[in-house]
DNA sequence: CAATACCTTGCAACCGGTTGCATGTCAACA
DNA sequence: TGTTGACATGCAACCGGTTGCAAGGTATTG
């Protein structure tokens, strides 16, 4: 009813301070270049009016939006969320904001997301990227791109590493008298999942261990359970999951099933997203997921600033293995 | 080396079209006004140079940002990511963005996120909001805001009703002759903290029973191991959490004292964001936040359409009570 | 064949800030 | 007292789209 006056612009601040726009502009932005009083006077207008700067307008003209876009495969994965938390925590105290967006484990839908943002961000973090190579390097070149648990030469990464802990893990097993384990892998085309799988074979090979690489749908707990049949059938008496909610799966299909963990299977899950919780808590690989959100959007705050200079960098976060109560002897 | 061009506008198009700036705008936006050859060509021309409009410029003359905000209280809390999923999914659908920012279960930093915003959404959902009722109603007046889980007359809100599940757990609770029990309170200038312990000191009071409210620092795991103490000199057999996570931090508690659940003590979480991973498997309430995330966002795309009418929607959802292991006959 | 209507397209103002340059003021210095 | 420079402020163009209005062309109608 009564106060129709809508957002006030700097062009009404002006008028009832008495100074050219320009001034209120700079009041905000370059309050040194005022004296003390001016500023001063436009910021009470400002402030009575109920003044907010028109972010469209100052980005126009400014080319920067101050946003960032943050692009997971999958928001409800758990794997997620404490990485999200640190990466818009850490834009937020650099001012920025952040998009978030779910493509669903798909590449079109990457694809389509990064063209849509393309022209409101400064810069996206993308995790898991499931876009070509090539692709990444074309768009990089366009847009400012940091990326997690992906390894594309010349675009700023973040690396998880699990490879190491995976290995003690297999080492693990091995010590308890299993000859015979499987890797329940994740999504094929993902970084994570090659170098994951690279680290077990790598170390089977070297053992002398039998290794069965079972493919899963989705890195889920219904993926997991799925896929039970195979993996008794397969003849293995010990396993490891590319997380910890295919881990999950396995143990409750297990269970389901009257076999018991770690008596009848050995499982190992990775990330620690869920194994704290679960029945009987599951030996897994620690989450660096925090520090590599805070650290990829330090990274792209970095390239923003120097993004002239050829932006080679690459993190890698060491990974620790927890070991809590799913590795035993081999039943059989 | 190449390409300096930078990302071409309209005017670029025009000129290597042959047409007036205003045609490539509504070959664009609205593309019946013009005729389908031109259209066409200015198509053609837009793909070759790689065209995107630019998002700021055109959020700036028609005012519309094509974004909303989601603020939650703390994005690592497993109850909250299948619920920006589904809102953000909803958005997509209708051509939105999403910013997603997490106040810390902050009053203070609540606010300060909803000015950042304020200039660059059309519209924020805010979720368990800490403001308030006054403060909440004065932002609404200058911005769309649609609430979940919190009860404001005037502003639209989704709310996940747990308190005729709550009561069945009392009831279930004092069926197996439990006389005295505990709840462990959540965060209590929360509407869903609030709501809960009203329903369920209602049916305590109904039944005759001895109720224990039990503060808590924080709804979070270490929060619900450190008020295990309190809950067992207070000398009840059983308790109800706030949510999971509470739930979850008394049993890590308990059983880190071979104290067993449900032998030793009973306990009943809610909104099951965890509860089926917990061992034993937690009873709990039905988790509807997926459901939630998208309606709210519905809402906030209905009011922004008809921003006029006194828009006083309100949507409940109820939940169900899942009976897990975690309830049995008192101890003592 | 003239009058009228419609369809297509261009012109120019506008959205709300930012910023290079010019102007004006005043004090310091010679 | 005239010159010089620092400082404060205003002017006007610009960022890249959108949109009301007008103009030109073609088709329709009496």
Redesign the interface.
Known sequence: MSSKSK?PTIAQIAERAGVARSSVSRAFTRPELLSTTTVLRIKKVAEELGY??????R??STGK?G?IA?LVP???N?Y???M??SA??AA?NLDY??????FEESRLKEEKLI??????VEGVILISSRMPEERLQGLAE?IPIVLVNRDVPGIPRVLIDAGSSLKQAVRLLAHQGHQEIAYLSGPSVTWTNKQRQAAISMVTNELGLQLVVIPTEKPSLESGQAVVDQMISSGVTGAIAFNDLIA?GIMTELSSRALAVPDSFSIVGCDSS?SP?????LTSVSNETTEAGKIACEMIMGVLGEMNSKNDQIKVLETLLIERETIGPPCK
Chains 1, 2 share one sequence.
Do not use: M, W, Y
Request: hydrophobic share 45%; proline share 14%.
């Open positions: 957002v907010v700067p028109n972010s469209s307008a980005a126009l939006t946003n943050f999958d928001v409800a758990p997620f969320p404490p999200i938390r818009q925590l937020e904001c952040v998009f978030l967006a779910d063209e849509r943002f393309a022209g409101k366009k999950h869920i919780f679960t029945n009987p808590p």
